[in-house]
């Protein structure tokens, strides 16, 4: 689906990842984050684990500068899952582009 590529590569034993690429999102990523409150960042770190392949102990490495990035991209996907978007990239999106990502968190939760 996506590629992010980290300002702030991980360094994580001898590994070093300096981009992410994301899967496509099935129902079997979400479930990663059965247990998790859909706003806690467990929660956002399991998804990711699931759509990357890679574990969460290295993911949890990620600096906080790179993390604004991933977690508009990973939004966009709940948004996509709990019904507030059609698809992942949308013409709002594209008219958005210049603001900052990281207002994409502001997005509301089904209640």
Avoid at 10 to 19: I, N, Q
Avoid at 63 to 89: C, H, M, S, T
Wanted: proline content about 6%; overall charge negative.
């Amino acid at each position: 689906m996506k590629t992010i590529y980290l300002k702030y590569p991980v360094v994580l034993g001898e590994r070093t990842v300096s981009e992410l690429t994301l899967a496509q999102p099935k129902l079997k990523h979400f479930m990663r984050t059965d247990g998790h409150a859909a706003t806690d960042v467990a929660s956002d770190i399991a998804l990711l684990s699931g759509l990357t392949g890679e574990p969460e102990s290295l993911l949890q490495e990620i600096d906080p500068r790179d993390w604004a990035n991933i977690r508009y991209d990973l939004q966009k996907i709940y948004a996509v899952f709990f019904g507030l978007k059609a698809d992942y990239e949308d013409s709002s999106d594209e008219a958005n582009a210049e603001e900052d990502p990281t207002k994409a968190a502001d997005l509301p939760l089904p209640k």
